[in-house]
């Protein structure tokens, strides 16, 4: 079935810096890659997704990057506020069952 | 628009007692929906889908049992709780059209077993 790692489990930035997480999978299948921020207490929210036939995706502060050939993909934050601070998670899917990442616990220090 | 509804928020049950977790979405018509469980250390681990009324796949062997009595209503359950079931239960629903579509979560409910 499909393994989906995430990098890295906690980031620690500086209100206004970038922030990059980076997730690979191993099914060359899978064509759909959605984005999740989980804040504290909630479920997570659907943040930007992307599918297999295009290679970049733009939403204001955030982008997500697609390499098929490498099987990986990213999440980019740029300009980042403490209001990001929450867990993100990557998924890759072929099917209606998703495979999720481990999460990552961003942190924006004001 | 869609709304997904869980309940309770929060729940507090004695080892042993039985368990019955509700979700509902609005909106929408058969959707596939979902219950995934988050221990600590923050993955998703999915417990059931369902693709349509009264059809339940299970992930997990465990004591928990999952219906669907209606095209919108999933039903997270348990005859005698484990300490081990304690962690923090979400509901998700996704459009019926195919695969590759996202998944929309609801809030979720904490559950603590003493």
């Known amino acids: 079935g499909e393994n989906v790692e995430q990098h890295p489990s906690t980031l620690s930035v500086q209100e206004g810096d970038s922030a990059v997480i980076k997730c690979t999978y191993s099914?060359?299948?899978?064509?759909?890659f959605p984005w999740y921020k989980q804040e504290l207490g909630k479920g997570p929210q659907l943040i930007i997704d992307i599918r297999s036939n295009v290679g970049e995706k733009k939403d204001q502060r955030i982008a997500v990057t697609l390499n098929k050939t490498a099987k990986h993909f990213s999440l980019h934050i740029t300009e980042t506020q403490p209001e990001d601070s929450a867990v993100y998670f990557c998924a890759a899917s072929r099917s209606y069952i998703p495979t999720f990442g481990r999460g990552t616990s961003l942190i924006v220090h004001p | 628009s869609q709304t997904i509804h869980q309940w309770p928020a929060t729940l507090v049950q004695p080892v042993g007692s039985p368990l019955s977790l509700e979700c509902t979405v609005e909106?929408?018509?058969?959707?596939?929906l979902y219950w995934y469980r988050q221990a600590a250390g923050r993955g998703l681990q999915l417990l059931f889908y369902s693709v349509g009324i009264g059809q339940i796949s299970s992930e997990v062997p465990q004591n928990l049992s999952a219906s669907r009595p209606q095209d919108r209503q999933f039903i997270l359950s348990s005859k005698k709780l484990l300490l081990s079931d304690s962690g923090f239960y979400l509901c998700?629903?996704?459009?019926?059209?195919?695969?590759?579509?996202?998944?929309?979560f609801g809030d979720g409910t904490r559950l603590s077993i003493l």
């Open positions: 909106g929408t018509s058969n959707p596939n």
């Open positions: 099914d060359s299948a899978s064509n759909y």
């Open positions: 998700a629903w996704a459009p019926p059209a195919g695969s590759n579509q996202p998944q929309h």
